[in-house]
């Protein structure tokens, strides 16, 4: 007994680790979003901030390059502006709603379906 | 005492001649990143040098820190994304290395400055939108209009995802530049109140402080974390069309 204690055998060690890491990956969601709920609430509130204000600038930014060149001033600023803040509000909603950030909403939010379909079928 | 901004302040190390009309001077910036990638080299290089089968407790950090980046990129972007594993790592590295090393006290944060995370966070972006096209073609810009939805939306559907699209660059770098900004000026001022309570009452503040620096060590971390996953997601959108 006391031989094998000082030195496993690779199997013994290959056996243990996969069941370590068996049990790591029953625990649920994995997601390795961890820290305290703080810094998570706060994170969450800082990128709801960014994400609305950045939409917004890139798209008055675009308005007014764009009027710039093709000389409308003011007419495409105004049009990018409503554009950027729907595209601001959709990236919110993205946040709120725990989607990825691939493009397209109808794609992240199908892809966060498949995750939980298939995290379900595991837990099953 | 000192502003709380002033822990920010660009310092000019050695003074260089201006290179076309751009200042190139060695800055205390400049120092923090060239240590950052010293230490990360030597964690790295130290911890595999005598790699033995059952790892020591260096070496398994080493191996943890690559497990956690192979595993990140494996379940964001797959297989196909391993080609480009070793930049995913380095933007990993170098940003978690700056983050923590900004904990020190006396040392900079250069994360905390916009030119270094707007930097990095352009680098992703255009990498990844040339790897969409030279990949895709011109079949990248049917991404932007979802499958399914009638044509008649596309004048406006197609223009919000693009101007969503062109706002990853900056949610990417204001967020950890923010994250790090806001974390250092709150525990600079805190730590003044220290200071301008006396002996008795800066107890309180001072508790405040310390649980406030742990709670940065979480956030130094998960902020790199967010940054190289978010920088895998996108990945996956340029390798994986839909």
């Known amino acids: 007994m006391d031989e094998t204690k000082k030195s496993p055998t690779l199997d013994d060690i290959e056996t243990r680790l996969n069941a370590a890491r068996s049990h790591k990956d029953a625990r649920p969601g994995g997601s390795p979003r961890e820290g305290r709920a703080n810094a998570k609430g706060m994170g969450v509130a800082v990128r709801i901030g960014v994400e609305l204000v950045c939409a917004v600038g890139v798209g008055v930014g675009i308005g007014y390059v764009l009027d710039r060149w093709l000389g409308t001033t003011p007419w495409l600023m105004a049009l990018f502006l409503l554009l950027g803040g729907a595209a601001g509000v959709m990236n919110v909603y993205r946040v709120v709603k725990g989607l990825d950030d691939t493009i397209g909403l109808g794609q992240a939010i199908r892809r966060k379906e498949e995750l939980e379909n298939s995290s379900r079928q595991s837990e099953k | ?242």
């Open chain 2, 1 to 242: 005492m000192s502003s709380p901004v002033e822990q920010f302040q660009i310092q000019k190390i050695i003074t260089l001649p201006e290179i076309g009309g751009v200042d190139v001077s060695f800055t205390n910036s400049a120092l923090f990143m060239v240590i950052a990638v010293c230490a990360a080299t030597a964690f790295l290089f130290l911890g595999i040098r005598n790699a033995k089968l059952v790892p020591g407790r260096w070496q398994s950090m080493v191996e943890l820190m690559y497990t956690f980046v192979a595993d990140m990129l494996r379940d964001n972007v797959g297989k196909e994304g391993f080609r480009y594993f070793p930049f995913i790592f380095t933007l990993f590295v170098f940003v978690s290395f700056g983050n923590m090393l900004g904990m020190l006290p006396y040392s900079f944060t250069y994360t905390s400055h916009i030119a270094v995370t707007g930097t990095l966070a352009l680098v992703v972006f255009i990498g990844v939108t040339i790897i969409g096209f030279s990949r895709h073609g011109l079949h990248f810009l049917r991404m932007f209009f979802p499958h399914g939805a009638p044509i008649a939306t596309a004048p406006i559907l197609i223009p919000i995802e693009l101007i969503s699209y062109f706002s990853r660059p900056f949610s990417l770098a204001v967020r950890l530049f923010a994250n790090m900004t806001v974390g250092h000026i709150m525990l600079k001022v805190l730590a003044g109140f220290i200071v301008a309570m006396g002996v008795v009452f800066g107890v309180v503040p001072l508790a405040a402080v310390i649980g406030i620096t742990i709670l940065e060590f979480g956030i130094a971390f998960l902020q790199a974390y967010v940054f190289t996953i978010l920088s895998c997601i996108y990945l996956n959108d340029a390798i994986n069309m839909h």
